[in-house]
DNA sequence: CTATGTGCAAAGGATTTGCGATAGC
DNA sequence: GCTATCGCAAATCCTTTGCACATAG
């Protein structure tokens, strides 16, 4: 049977929390703050809502390079870019050709159910820093 | 100052048991196959030379939903389709319009180096089980 | 010969879980 | 009042590291 979901003080925080943030962020990422707002919240409920929460559709747990998941506001399809230097995931509009999804039959049987494209570079802030670095040197 | 590589009996056997994957194992799928060669091989051996020889450019780290990383023998790009069932990734053959990597623009500053796409769905065996699992009640 | 690599055991970092107490609905 | 959720601490899972010994080049 179906489980039903309190909105509860710190749920609604996360959740609330979570939708401020143009990028995306890790689970402690977002315990951090969320702790200036519920001081006593635990890690553990952070982790614990985040993943109710992306079970039931209304956010997205990312699976990205680095160590750590990420967690997006917003749970339908989209593309993401990540900064091979500071590790910042955002968000990334592209025009994906139609064709792009249908066109693998060569994939030894797979079902499709759909596809992300994951990019990678340099975030704005990085170029910066990089570019400042090698004229110092 | 570069170190050196040296191809010792244990990184032969990795590399080689990594190549005869055609899917892309984890650290510790590998860590089995390579003690049926080598008994005595630690786990600890399998991750560090797996990060040397994807440091060296020789093999590839991917990170693909799942707790564990993978890792494949080819390090040229490609793109990957993982089973939501049984988490096995393997490689997908796409055709990427090219305009796919230069479109996008709207992108908060990004410097873009390249993309990979990640198809996710179901495996053959997959398939076959879940539909046979549904005939059956 | 000597720097690099190994096995073992222990540490580390991210995430999950058990439990008794708390609080939505 | 019933049950989902909380905070805490401990457990778990994956990966990395320190160290004394071994070995490739």
């Given at each position: 049977m179906l489980k039903l979901l309190r909105m509860t003080?710190?749920?609604?925080?996360i959740l609330h929390e979570l939708r401020l943030c143009s990028h995306h962020p890790t689970a402690d990422d977002l315990y951090d703050r969320?702790?200036?707002?519920l001081p006593r919240i635990s890690l553990a409920t952070v982790y614990r809502n985040l993943e109710i929460l992306s079970q039931a559709g209304?956010?997205?747990?990312?699976t990205i390079d680095g160590r750590q998941k990420r967690f997006d506001w917003d749970p339908t399809p989209h593309n993401h870019i990540f900064c091979m230097n500071c590790q910042r995931v955002d968000d990334i509009t592209c025009e994906v050709p139609?064709?792009?999804?249908?066109?693998?039959?060569?994939t030894?049987?797979?079902?499709?159910?759909?596809?992300?494209i994951n990019?990678?570079?340099l975030c704005m802030h990085?170029?910066?820093?990089?570019?400042?670095k090698e004229k110092g040197e």
């Open positions: 003080h710190q749920r609604e925080v969320v702790k200036t707002r209304l956010i997205k747990k990312l139609e064709p792009l999804v249908a066109v693998p039959e060569q030894t049987g797979y079902c499709i159910l759909g596809c992300r990019f990678f570079g990085c170029q910066e820093y990089i570019s400042n």
